[in-house]
Nanobody
Framework: QVQLVESGGGLVQPGGSLRLSCAAS????????MGWYRQAPGKQRELVAA???????NYKDSVKGRFTISRDNAKNTVYLQMNSLKPEDTAVYYC?????????WGQGTQVTVSS
């Protein structure tokens, strides 16, 4: 049974930082490209960043230079370091394979950027 468990969200002021983690179980983690996604209230879920098997990365334009995705295959974990956070980054953040597999969506972790 595949489980993806996100953690690390919270309330942060504009300009602050957070590091999200996603622990995977039930899959051979190193064989999959992984992504971080987010869904803001009233909006569709969108891809924020993806990391390929070989380590290459892709980012949504609005987060380039502020967010960094990384992975630790030994720990079956993918990370999202978020710096210079803005109110428009407020959303529930999820991890999943890239492209995403519907059955793998977890609970996500809430990120709120507000003063």
């Amino acid at each position: 049974q595949v489980q993806l468990v996100e953690s690390g969200g919270g309330l942060v002021q504009p300009g602050g930082s957070l590091r999200l983690s996603c622990a995977a179980s039930g899959i051979i983690f190193s064989k999959y490209a992984m992504g971080w996604y987010r869904q803001a209230p009233g909006k569709q879920r969108e891809l924020v960043a993806a990391i390929m098997i070989g380590g290459s990365t892709n980012y949504k334009d609005s987060v380039k230079g502020r967010f960094t995705i990384s992975r630790d295959n030994a720990k079956n974990t993918v990370y999202l370091q978020m710096n210079s956070l803005k109110p428009e980054d407020t959303a529930v953040y999820y991890c999943n394979q890239w492209p995403p597999y519907g059955a793998y969506w977890g609970q996500g972790t809430q990120v709120t950027v507000s003063s």
